[in-house]
Every structure is written in C-alpha cells, then in structure tokens.
C-alpha cells in the first residue's frame, strides 16, 4: 500500500525514482554505485472483509435468483433479532458488551493520521519527528522481559501452574510433608533448564540480528564519505549502495553512476526471484518470530489435567474412607501432596531436553549438510505432518530458465537442432551483407535487397532470421560489463574504458526467460551489444554491429500478458512494432493460423514455457499518427489508462506470426523423486505459487506433483457466487483428480463456499493455486488447520513466503542464493528441498516416536510411586504419612532413573535407510497412535500393577522385619524402573547401557550414607538401615522376586504381542 510522499529539501540534490523495498529485500546492481535517501515508513492495517457463507446446493435447478439462497443460510446467521425483554435475556446483553468492547478497541486503535513531513537530506538530525532505529530484530524478549516472558510461558501450561502452588504450599506449616527441597528442588532445576534454553535460543537470535545490524554502509557527510553500520542509519542519511550489496531499509533512489540513470534491483529475499527488475516499490515488515507449541506438548497438556482429575478423585476417596474425621479438609490438601508425583515435574524438562538432541541431531546430519533448527520446541511436529505446502519458484525450481523449443508453424528445432539455427542465421546475414556490399546507395541497401528478392524473404532461413531477430529486440533485458582493473568508480568515461567482450558480458532483466531468451539468440550468432533507454546496438555472426533506436516500449504487465516495442532499424530507416507474451493474450492478434493453439497445448505438456512472438511493419506516416494520438492519451486527466491501452491495441491487430518458443524452468535436485516419497507417507501436497496458471501447471506436471495417471481439473474462473455454486458442483463430480485454481477464484469461493470448499479440495491427491498473494497463502494453512484438524508444514524461499511459514504448524525455509529472509522466519533452515524427504521420514519419525515414549514413561515413573504411597496410607489406616522421604523423592526423579528414562531419545523403531525405502511407515505417525488415551490408559494400568506388586510384596514377604520395608520396596522400585526401560527400548545404543549401570552403581552406593531416610514416615521414629541385613541373601532373592513378579508379565505380554500382531516396522524389521 502506498504512502504519501514525504517533502524533502535538497537545495543542491535533484532525485526522482521511487521507494526500495524493505530492509534486505533487494540488491542494488549497477555499473558502479547508487545514492540514495533513507525514507521513513508506515504501518497501515489491512481491515479484513466480512465474510458471507451459504449452503452448496447439490443440483443446478433453482439457481436463477441469487437472493432466494439466502433462505437456506443457516438458521443462527440470518435469524431475527429478538426485541424486549427476551431479546435482551437471550442475547441482547451479548451484543451489548460486543459493542462496548469493540468502541472501546476503536477507540485504542485509532489510525495514526498521516501528514506532509518534511525530511532534510544529510542532516538527519533537524528532522522533528521521532522515527524508530533501523534494526533488524528477531529476537523474542529483551533484559526486562526475559524473565517474567519465560515465566509466563512456562506457567501457562497446568503442569508447572500445579507444580508452583503444590511448592508454595510446604511454606504453611499445617501443610509441610517434607523438606522444602522436595519440592523447590525440582521445579528449580526445571525452570533452569528451560531458562538456560531459551536464553540460547535468545542469544543465537542476538547474534544473527547483529551481524545483518552490523553491516557497513558508506554515508555521504559534508566531510565526504562515512562507514555506518546498517542499525544507525537514520531517517534523511545519504547512502552509497554499491554493487551486489543489500538495500539497509525503505529509500528514495536519487542518483546513479549510469550514464542513464538506471539501475537493475533484486528482489530475491522478497518473492524469491533472482531475475534483476529495473525498479521495485513494495514496502513489508518482517514479523517476529512466534512462539511455536507443538500437537505432543498440548496432548500431553490434557493427559496432565486427566491425571490431576485422578489425583483429587484418589484424596478424595481416601479421605472418605477415613471418615472426615478431624480437620478432614486439611487431611485432603495433605493427600494431594502425597499424591502429588502422579503429575511429574520432570515431564517438561524431560522433553524440553529430548527436543534439544533432536535438534543437535538434525543440525549434524552429514546426509542433509546445512540444516539449521531455529525453533528448538517443535521437532516432533516434523512427525506427523498430513499437508505440506509449498511455492514454486525457488523451492520447487531453481529459477534458472533454459531455452529448448523453437516453432515456426511448419517446422520445430529442439536442443539437439540449434545448430541448424546457427547456420541459418550466419548464411542469412552473410548473404545480406554481400548483397549490401555490391551496392553504394547509402542508407538503402539492405531495403532494396530485400524487396528485390521475395522468395528468399518466404525461405525457411529467412523466416529463422525474422525469428531471431525479433526476440533479440523485443524485450527489457540490458547487457552488463565488468570495469576494467584501476578505473575509479567517478571517472565521466567509465563506459568507454569498459571490456566490451563476450567473456565480460552478463545479462539483466525482469524476468529470467527474457534473459533466456537473449543467451539464446547470442548463442545462434545474433548477440545484443548494448542497451540504453533509446538504443539497442546486435552483433551479427560476421562480427558487424546494428544499431535500432528504441522509439516506444510497451512493458510486460499481469493484465495484458504481453510487451512489445517499435524500433527502427538505422541502416534502412525501417520502423517495426514487435511484441511477445501468452498464447491467450496474442491469438486474438495475430493472422489467422492454425497451429498456434495445438503447439501451445503440446509444448505446456512437455512442461514448457510458451511465448508468441509476432511484428508488424509501420512507415513513417502510421508511426507518426501512432505517436500523436499516444502522447495525447498520455496526457489525458481522466481514464488515461484506458485511453493509453485503446491508442496501443489500435496497433495490435493482424500482427504476423513469427514464432513459438519453449523455455524450461529447471527442477531442484531430485524434486521428483522427493515429492513421490512424500506422497507415499500419505502427505498431501500443496502447491501455492504467484505465478500464472499455465505456468503453475507446467511444474506441477514436470515435478510430478500430479502423477501421469491422475487428472486435472481447471477452475475456471468465477466472479459471483451463482458462477462458484455451478463450478463447485462440476467439480464435485470428479474423482481422483488434482486441483488446478487461480487466487481470485479461490477468494470467490471462499467468500460464499468455504467449508465446502476446504472438504472437496482436502479430498484432491494435489492442488495447485495459482496468482497467490502472501496472505492468500497464509489464509489458505489457517484454513487447512481450522477445517481439517491435522498439521500443515509450509516450505518456500522468498519473503512473500514468510506469512505462510509462520501461519503453518511447522515452517520450513530453504536459504539459497534467493536469500535468506524465509529461512530465518522458519522454525527449520534447509539448503535444498530434497533435503525435506530425510527430515521428515527420518527425523520427524524418531523425533515423534521418542517424545511420546519419554513423555509416557515420565508419567508411569510418577504413577507408580504413587501407587505405592497409595497402598502404604491405606495399610496404615488412612494415615497421610510419606513413604519416601527427603532426598529419596529427589534422587528418584534424578540420579536414581533420569539418565535411563533420558536415553530414550537414542531409541529407534526402524534404520534411517528403512525409514527413507519404506515412506508408508510415516502414515502410522499421523493416527497419533504413539501418543493416545488408549496408550495412556494402558501405562495407567501397567504403574498400578506394579506399584501394587511392589508394596504388597514388601509387606508379605518382609513381615517379620517390617521395620526395613521402605529399603525394601524403594531398591525393587529402582530395579523395576531399570528393567522397565530396558522393557522399551527397541535398538540398543551403547549410551543406553552404559545410563542403567551408573544409575544403577549410583543407587547401590548411596545406601552408605541415606541410611536416616530408610524409615518409615519421619526418622523420630527411630528407623534405620542395617547394612548388613542388605547384604544377606535373603534381602535380594526376595527383592528380586518382587522385581520379577512386576516385570516379567510385562515382558510375556510384549512378546505373544510382537508374535500375533506385529506393528508395520517389526515386519520390515524381521
């Protein structure tokens, strides 16, 4: 959106030129440098349009009154307001506070009124306004908001809320179980590590930030030229961008080392395009980085609650059974302490951690170099992906067109015939410049050679000639040359001591198949020279220079799909009107043929970019009323658009058909192969470019994103909602078939049909939107998420795909040559696309499968030394005693079983190589069967089988020295515990066994000294560890026998389960 313009007063400058993009969104490229004038900026609100809805109608029979639909609107849209008493009780009171609240928004939110300011070139510091820093910052939180932002974070969810307020209670002494350390402990340790990551995270943001903040710009001050750094540059700085450096910030273009005044910008960090645009006004703020939570953690979320629900239901029951006897109220409060390990704390610093080594691991992969893992707390998301959404240029391609096809009508050359071409141009040419050598008449040569032999004119090498010819001339791109070594950049002549040779020579132009298009033509012998706005200087085969004068040029735009100029030709005076664009927009101009429309269709199939290109010959006379009626159009004040484009088509008509030419879009490495392995994994893909609709479906069949087999269906276009309602329904009737839709279409049906939309298109094995806008990407991933439920990963490698990757689940940039600018948006960086294949089928899987064991296994560690305490009150008549007391509790979560439990993360179902041959495997992972209530309910039964076992076997079989069962059933605890992980674990890693001998060497020698905190309840009691008794036989076949009874089933149970129903990995596996 566009902003007025500032005043700027400069009594020695003149500028012109428009605004540059954003920070970092282009690269100046020019012969030698720029100068520019650093401009403020404005954030406007976009007001988002109410959307209306109405039902799909299954048939097309009365559909003729658009009004009449809106009786079959949904009864809650379009009922009545109620009015009186019952309005008010039902729901005026509603509206009411609607309307206050959104008053009182409007009121706080009030645009900024924008004003005429004036801005001083080179003195920055007149300026009276205030105008923000220009600074790149990424980063989430600052000194003052690390902490209590971190805190927030972290309470928000229920299991550290409760785990605060179970801690804050041991401060009231009727309430005290314990050592405050139990507790306090605990919760610190977790809050430290989740500190200590995100301050990492915080600090590589930091470092990031500073070093784009840090780059030198040179800064034009009276006292000459300045280094600044990027971050202190100032509204009104004079700027020196030098060549293939990054644009700092918005600014106005005011002078260029270009004899012509142009320059050529890149907008790759934009839009991904590296093609050079001689001008670009596009005016962005980069979003901060959102917080992302993933699916796992919210499941995890809600079991918690389930647990806690459980946690009051068991205090509940026990003090019921005690009879509220006493103050039963605080009895209870008592039995929720005791009760309290149901919910483990060591959860969220467990799986905090565990998402720390995936990311490690992602980031060390040799088989995908250069993946970098900016958001630390969604790996596992990466798992269970179900729509993948991607652009096209830049991800999917590498933007780098190769001409392949050229048509004349009656004959076609391929790569394998350009040399044919060749020789046709440099026998045409020569033979030209002989007949002009026998003839003195000046200027007149080549005309009177040329009408003197018509049947040459209609040859095959003749009509390659005009061919050729044409799209050498007909386009925007400019012939750049590198300055010879020990030129000053000020030298007046820096053109005339530049190296004019081929070898020197690069092309720049708006659009990469323009620049194609010319390499071509140098490559059959015609080579462009030199440019400027007014001239245009060819080099034929035999070395001689031509030199045409630009008299008009007609740009290429998205309405007309064409651009054209007229020239004339210097050595004969002669004046012709080129023009080229889409097959769509030029058959209705040019002669009548008829095989311009098949070998379109035949080329697009081939996954080819077509372009027409046809010219027209005008004398002096026609250009000259052409130039009259055009520059009168164009100084026209009212409709002088349309007035220009009437005066223009005047000429577009009966234009000859010169030639069909075919460029490729080349594919990314292994782009095919990748995409038909995601398809196999049961991801959906999605493809969301801003390019036009044939060339969007060019790729989407060159990429095989739609398989050969599968159809396509063509939305067309739609621009009411009778017109949305009818293509809908045809639509509906196809089966299996891929979705090719263009962006305004797609606002059409979302605006009067987006759930049904969103079901038939969630139904398409691909679809293809075309001509998206940045938001239309996003709003299409909220939709996904709204209306299917399921997760949704965006991919792409230019700016405009910075609200995509930011609105999906999982964000995925590719950083480049285009740039880096959706790489550090994403929350995953990678270098190549094929690279997503192994992030998803090898990573995601384990990251997935590991944090659902960990998390589980977390909680059975809670839940069964919960049982256990449950059973111990229950013997002892209801009493709200601690089993375990002090360091006991702590050690148990700590150093007696964290590093077993923690090596979990090395745990894998399925070999990498397997993972990446067999993509089925990954459809399991989207079901969410690793992670359910079922799998809960299951570990829910498994902790109170064994908690039971391992209580009541130490009360049966130690009754005569009932004094050492806290010894007793704490050391068969930490073996089942032990036993249990080994029980899980699918593939050993040396790390693993190394985790259960030091926690087991770590318990056994801590006996030693804990001997106080083997009593039962408080150690007044007089309770003590005989450490010789420990060391009898009979203490451990009796400890041992207890561990067996509570593990051994379990194992039985795993193995006929192995044996009669295999999971999908163990049959691949065996």
């Known amino acids: 959106m566009d902003v007025p313009t500032p005043d700027l007063v400069c009594p020695d400058t003149t500028w012109a030129m428009g605004r540059v993009s954003s920070y970092g969104w282009g690269v100046w490229e020019s012969r030698l440098h720029a100068l520019f004038a650093v401009q403020c900026r404005y954030q406007l609100e976009d007001e988002s349009a109410h959307l209306d809805e109405m039902p799909l109608m299954m048939s097309e029979e009365g559909f003729e009154n658009e009004e009449s639909d809106y009786h079959t609107l949904p009864r809650a849209r379009i009922m009545q307001r109620k009015r009186g008493l019952e309005w008010f009780v039902c729901d005026g009171w509603k509206f009411l506070c609607t309307s206050c609240c959104g008053w009182l928004i409007n009121i706080c ?30 980063q989430k939180y600052n000194v003052f908001t690390f902490i209590p932002g971190v805190l927030y974070e972290q309470f928000k969810f229920f299991l550290n809320l409760y785990f605060l307020v ?41 470092q990031r930030d500073k070093e784009v903040n840090s780059q030198l710009y040179s800064k034009l001050t009276v006292r000459g030229k300045v280094q600044v750094k990027s971050s202190d540059i100032q509204v009104g700085d004079l700027i020196i961008v030098e060549k293939n450096q990054r644009i700092p910030s918005d600014m106005v273009f005011l002078r260029t080392s270009e004899k012509a005044g142009s320059c050529f910008i890149r907008t790759d960090q934009l839009d991904g395009e590296t093609d050079w645009k001689l001008k670009v006004a596009v005016s962005c703020t980069q979003r901060l980085p959102a917080l992302g939570v993933g699916l796992l953690d919210l499941e995890l979320n809600r079991l918690t609650k389930a647990l806690f629900l459980a946690l009051v239901a068991l205090s509940i029951v026990m003090v019921t059974l005690q009879g509220f006897v006493g103050p039963w109220y605080r009895n209870l409060f008592r039995f929720l302490l005791l009760f309290s390990y149901i919910i483990p704390i060591s959860l969220r610093v467990n799986l905090d951690m565990g998402k720390a080594v995936y990311g490690w691991m992602m980031m060390k992969d040799e088989n995908i170099p250069g993946t970098v893992v900016r958001t630390s707390t969604i790996p596992e998301e990466l798992g269970r992906l179900v729509y993948l959404l991607t652009d096209k240029t830049g991800t999917l391609t590498q933007n780098e067109m190769i001409f392949k096809r050229l048509h004349l009508g009656t004959v076609s050359y391929g790569a394998d015939t350009m040399d044919e071409i060749q020789s046709h141009v440099r026998d045409s040419y020569s033979q030209m410049q002989s007949q002009a050598g026998g003839n003195n008449t000046g200027s007149t040569p080549l005309r009177k050679a040329q009408s003197s032999a018509p049947k040459v004119r209609k040859s095959v090498s003749s009509r390659i000639h005009e061919a050729v010819k044409a799209i050498v001339l007909c386009h925007n791109v400019t012939p750049v040359y590198e300055s010879r070594a020990g030129v000053t950049e000020e030298t007046e002549f820096a053109e005339a001591d530049q190296d004019f040779s081929d070898e020197n020579r690069t092309y720049q132009a708006s659009s990469p198949d323009e620049v194609a298009l010319v390499q071509w033509t140098e490559s059959v012998g015609l080579t462009l020279v030199s440019r400027d706005l007014t001239s245009m200087q060819l080099k034929t085969p035999s070395g001689q220079v031509l030199s045409f004068c630009i008299l008009q040029l007609f740009p290429f735009t998205s309405e007309s799909k064409r651009m054209g100029v007229i020239v004339r030709d210097e050595s004969t005076a002669e004046i012709t009107f080129y023009m080229k664009g889409a097959d769509v927009a030029m058959s209705p101009i040019v002669q009548y043929n008829d095989w311009l429309e098949e070998e379109c269709g035949n080329m697009a199939r081939e996954g080819l970019r077509t372009l027409v290109v046809a010219k027209k010959a005008l004398t002096e006379e026609q250009y000259q009323d052409f130039e009259s009626r055009y520059t009168q159009a164009k100084l026209s004040m009212h409709d002088r658009s349309l007035k220009v484009a009437a005066v223009v088509e005047s000429l577009e008509r009966e234009m000859e058909l010169l030639c069909l030419t075919g460029v490729e879009d080349q594919l990314q490495a292994d782009v095919r192969p990748t995409l038909e392995m995601l398809r196999n994994a049961g991801i959906k893909i999605w493809m969301l470019t801003g390019d036009k609709l044939e ?113 999906a689940d999982c964000g995925i940039g590719i950083e480049g040559k285009e740039g880096k600018q959706a790489s550090l948006a994403a929350d995953f960086s990678i270098t190549q696309f094929r690279h997503i294949g192994r992030l998803l089928m090898v990573h995601g899987r384990n990251s997935y499968k590991r944090s659902a064991a960990l998390g589980q296994f977390v909680m059975h560690r809670g839940l069964i030394i919960s049982t256990m305490q449950a059973v111990f009150s229950s013997v002892f008549y209801f009493a709200s005693v601690p089993l375990y007391q002090g360091f006991l509790m702590v050690g148990y979560a700590t150093i007696y079983t964290m590093f077993p439990v923690f090596s979990l993360v090395l745990d894998q179902d399925v070999k990498p190589e397997m993972a990446m041959l067999y993509p089925e495997l990954y459809k399991d992972l989207t079901k969410g069967r690793s992670l359910s209530f079922k799998t809960f309910l299951i570990w829910v039964l498994i902790s109170i089988y064994q908690g039971g076992i391992l209580m009541y076997g130490a009360l049966v079989l130690f009754e005569s020295e009932f004094v050492h069962v806290v010894a007793i059933s704490f050391t068969a605890l930490i073996l089942t515990e032990l036993l249990m992980v080994a029980l899980t674990v699918r593939t050993w890693h040396w790390l693993m066994v190394v985790a259960e001998f030091l926690s087991l060497g770590c318990y056994v020698s801590s006996l030693a000294f804990l001997n106080e905190y083997f009593g039962i309840g408080r150690v007044s009691f007089g309770a003590f560890l005989d450490v010789a008794f420990i060391t009898t036989v009979t203490f451990l076949w009796k400890v041992s026998a207890i561990t067996v009874v509570s593990c051994l089933p379990l194992y039985v149970l795993k193995y006929l389960r192995r044996k009669l129903s295999p999971p999908s990995y163990c049959k691949l596996a065996s």
């Open 109 to 138: 939110r009030r645009k900024k009124e924008l004003k005429a300011r004036t801005v001083w070139l080179g003195c920055p510091e007149k300026c009276e306004e205030k105008h923000p820093r220009n600074s790149i910052k990424n």
């Open 695 to 807: 060339t969007a479906t060019c790729i989407a069949k060159s990429s095989h994103l739609v398989s050969r087999t599968q159809d396509i269906h063509i939305f067309r276009q739609v621009t009411s909602r009778g017109e949305a309602h009818l293509e809908l329904n045809a639509f509906r009737r196809k089966h299996d078939c891929a979705l090719v839709i263009s962006g305004d279409s797609l606002e059409v049906c979302l605006k009067y049909y987006e759930h049904e939309f969103v079901e038939l298109a969630c139904q398409c094995p691909a679809v293809v939107c075309c001509r998206c806008s940045p938001t239309q990407k996003a709003r299409i991933v909220t939709l996904l998420q709204q209306h299917t439920g399921r997760r949704t990963c965006a991919i792409g490698d230019g700016g405009n795909d910075v609200s995509m990757i930011q609105a």
């Open 166 to 206: 179970i801690s804050c209670s041991q401060f009231v002494p009727a309430l005290k179980i314990g050592y405050l350390y139990t507790y306090w402990a605990p919760l610190g340790f977790v809050l430290a590590v989740t500190m200590t990551r995100e301050a990492i995270d915080e600090f590589r943001r930091f």
